[in-house]
């Protein structure tokens, strides 16, 4: 018997398993996943088993060494997905396998220790059990109503016949999703079957931790990036020994190693946060299907907002849709106002508050309820400008405005983090006439607190959520009543769930609207549908103001009336017009280099040998609209067409042929989100 060993190193010509010969002292311990010690080249290596033979036809087959961890770090089906994730989206198969392995695996445990933690684990396991079951702590389950119970039942029937399908459960914002969640957890688990529920960030998490915890006990386990290592570590550690069998997080949680996974949830699916950044640039909703396949599990989509992409599916028959279409209690859907702001500067008001928003907050106060405002920008002023010249004060690394924060007086960069001192002159012309443009979460906050100086202000945004925890602290104190206002970005849009939140107020409606990516509109709809849902989700009665300089454009329009199916029709019938998804894929190819004809020069090659390879559907190249990002330039390109098969194989060709300078970097999008 031989072995099939990747190496834990990043190359192209590594990109693929080696074959080693097995000792006769190890062929009990090396399994399918093993970490193992084996020669290369002139050194030593850890690899990791990926498969086996039972010949090889080369002479002088080298011999793996030793173990380097005493149990598996990973399963085969964490081998087939790996693989395919590897192929789908066009990475190193070692880094797509990276994702399936336990946190720490370059800092990999004698098997002493594992061994002893193991014996520590069943103990922890039993008192979970006994926690678990018939603790009179633990909340029951709530009374569905008729389209709940519904929806419950297409999913428990897929689940009782191991029947591998995905739903969409299209409900309104409070039309209890999370409850059909938590019943068909509950309906799997008395099987031994496990599930995986997936938020889209880690601010959502902690109401969703209290609701699971609450009907769960400890069968429930958290995993997402804000965990310290050795919480990510125990976290892991648990369900691997199938201690814990509710395994809820961010996308990374996708990859934990559950036992007899039956059900996995993906709430908010339409949500960015869930493709990665970084090789392999994955898309969790994608990943989540494949990992069903290799389980049989049943997929759930949830959303009062999907994707365009996934409802298309769900209308072509390829997901089966759920619908539920009333709040809890038939509570009304709260009744939303545009104000036009273009009315409110004819009127002489500059503020950040129209007349209307000052007024329905001041009632809102009055009447000692809460409410939350919404604008999708940091910072006091937005951009810096010399009214003589024209200058407009941008990153020195980074081709974007920087924005004034009051609370130190300095200028910032939202993407590399560059600061200096606001300048009192302008760079360039040495006028005094700089000034000050745009709103932020802070402008709104000093704004407010001198209107309405009794109110209890929370801001809730990227620069006050600092630290560990702080998520949960924000959610907490706003939910116990210590703030009269919340103001934040697009964390206080979904997941706030407060009973005495009467009014929402969107700043502007614009801001997403006026980016250079054709999901503009699909992302405005999204955000304000969103964020509007949290007025009136309980007994009291809310409402939702949104101020937009462009009223008449049918994202916001059909945002207000709560109507997702208009917004989808017209935009459904843009996105034919221009021939992008869903009625074709996209393969975006991005070049970064810190000297710009570096990338210029490539990225032209690379378009020529793409242009000859597919012929047609090649578009660019040219400068990214972020075209110099943290001291670096950026071009890229895009592909466009019906066969995404043939797109990554025209992909893989061409990279083959490329010479690559080692200071140049390419990134390689398959169905980007983001063309910024």
């Known amino acids: 018997m031989f072995a099939e060993v990747v190496i834990s190193r990043t190359a192209s010509d590594l990109d693929k398993s080696f074959t080693y010969a097995i000792p006769e002292t190890l062929q009990e311990e090396i399994k399918l996943g093993s970490a193992v010690v084996v020669p290369f080249g002139r050194r030593r290596d850890v690899g990791y088993v990926v498969g086996f033979v039972e010949q090889c036809e080369f002479k002088g087959i080298k011999e793996i060494i030793s173990l380097a961890a005493a149990e598996p770090v990973f399963s085969e089906q964490a081998v087939q997905l790996a693989r395919w994730m590897a192929d789908y989206y066009l990475s190193f198969f070692l880094t797509a396998l990276r994702l399936v392995m336990?946190?720490?695996?370059?800092?990999?445990?004698?098997?002493?220790a594992v061994a002893k933690r193991e014996t520590s684990g069943e103990k922890r396991q039993a008192d979970a059990q006994r926690t678990t079951h018939n603790d009179s702590r633990l909340a029951t389950a709530l009374r569905l109503t008729d389209e709940q119970a519904a929806a419950l039942k297409e999913i428990t029937t897929a689940l009782d016949a191991g029947q591998q399908?995905?739903?969409?459960?299209?409900?309104?914002?409070?039309?209890?999703?999370?409850?059909?969640?938590?019943?068909?957890?509950?309906?799997?688990?008395?099987?031994?079957?496990?599930?995986?529920?997936?938020?889209?960030?880690?601010?959502?998490?902690?109401?969703?931790?209290?609701?699971?915890?609450?009907?769960?006990?400890?069968?429930?386990?958290?995993?997402?990036?804000?965990?310290?290592?050795?919480?990510?570590?125990e976290a892991w550690r648990r369900v691997m020994s199938n201690e814990v069998r509710i395994v809820m997080g961010t996308r990374s949680a996708l990859f934990a190693p559950?036992?007899?996974?039956?059900?996995?949830?993906l709430d908010e699916e339409y949500e960015h946060t869930y493709k990665s950044d970084k090789s392999p640039r994955y898309h969790a909703n994608e990943v989540a299907l494949e990992l069903a396949k290799l389980h049989n599990a049943v997929v759930v989509y949830g959303s009062a907002t999907p994707s365009l992409e996934t409802y298309y599916r769900a209308e072509q028959g390829?997901?089966?849709?759920?619908?539920?279409?009333?709040?809890?209690?038939?509570?009304?859907?709260?009744?939303?106002?545009?104000?036009?702001?273009?009315?409110?500067?004819?009127?002489?008001?500059?503020?950040?508050?129209?007349?209307?928003?000052?007024?329905?907050l001041k009632e809102t106060?009055?009447?000692?309820?809460?409410?939350?405002?919404?604008?999708?920008?940091?910072?006091?002023?937005?951009?810096?400008?010399?009214?003589?010249?024209?200058?407009?004060?941008?990153?020195?690394?980074?081709a974007v405005s920087l924005v004034y924060h009051t609370s130190d007086k300095q200028v910032r960069c939202s993407r590399c983090g560059h600061a200096r001192p606001a300048p009192a002159f302008c760079p360039r012309c040495n006028s005094s006439s700089i000034r000050f443009f745009g709103t932020g979460t802070q402008r709104i906050e000093d704004e407010v607190a001198k209107l309405f100086p009794a109110a209890r202000i929370l801001r809730y945004d990227r620069d006050t959520v600092g630290q560990h925890g702080s998520h949960e602290k924000f959610f907490a104190a706003f939910a116990a009543g210590e703030a009269d206002v919340m103001i934040g970005t697009q964390m206080v849009t979904k997941g706030l769930d407060i009973a005495n939140v009467t009014l929402v107020g969107v700043i502007s409606a614009d801001t997403a609207l006026s980016l250079p990516d054709f999901r503009s509109a699909e992302h405005t709809f999204q955000l304000l549908t969103q964020v509007a849902g949290r007025a009136g989700r309980h007994h009291l009665p809310g409402q939702v103001i949104i101020q937009s300089y462009n009223p008449e454009h049918y994202a916001i329009k059909a945002a207000a009336k709560?109507?997702?199916?208009?917004?989808y029709r017209r935009e459904l019938e843009h996105r034919r017009e221009l021939m992008y998804p869903p009625f074709t894929r996209l393969i975006s190819v991005t070049v970064t280099a810190a000297e710009e004809k570096k990338a210029a020069k490539l990225i032209d090659q690379l378009a020529d040998l793409l242009t000859a390879r597919l012929k047609a559907g090649v578009l660019g190249p040219a400068p990214a609209?972020?075209?110099?990002?943290?001291?670096?330039?950026?071009?890229?390109?895009l592909l466009k067409g019906t066969e995404l098969t043939g797109m990554r194989s025209a992909v893989r060709e061409v990279l083959a042929k490329a010479v690559i300078?080692?200071?140049?970097?390419?990134?390689?999008?398959?169905?980007?989100l983001s063309l910024l």
């Open 625 to 637: 609209p972020i075209s110099r990002l943290r001291g670096e330039w950026r071009y890229h390109l």
């Open 562 to 567: 709560h109507d997702y199916d208009l917004f």
């Open 258 to 265: 559950v036992k007899n996974l039956g059900l996995i949830v």
């Open 661 to 672: 300078p080692a200071d140049v970097k390419l990134a390689i999008d398959v169905e980007p």
């Open 165 to 233: 399908k995905t739903f969409l459960l299209h409900g309104i914002t409070g039309s209890g999703k999370t409850e059909v969640y938590l019943q068909a957890i509950a309906h799997i688990l008395p099987k031994g079957e496990s599930a995986i529920v997936l938020v889209p960030e880690i601010s959502l998490t902690p109401q969703m931790i209290r609701r699971f915890s609450d009907r769960f006990g400890d069968l429930a386990v958290i995993i997402h990036s804000e965990l310290k290592p050795k919480e990510r570590a």
């Open 102 to 112: 336990p946190p720490g695996i370059r800092k990999i445990e004698a098997r002493r």
């Open 365 to 398: 106060l009055e009447n000692g309820q809460q409410a939350i405002l919404f604008m999708n920008r940091l910072g006091y002023f937005t951009f810096v400008m010399c009214r003589d010249c024209g200058l407009t004060l941008q990153c020195p690394d980074c």
């Open 318 to 360: 390829e997901f089966t849709r759920l619908v539920l279409p009333k709040r809890i209690d038939d509570r009304p859907l709260p009744p939303v106002t545009i104000v036009d702001l273009r009315a409110e500067l004819k009127a002489g008001n500059f503020g950040v508050l129209s007349q209307r928003l000052s007024a329905a």
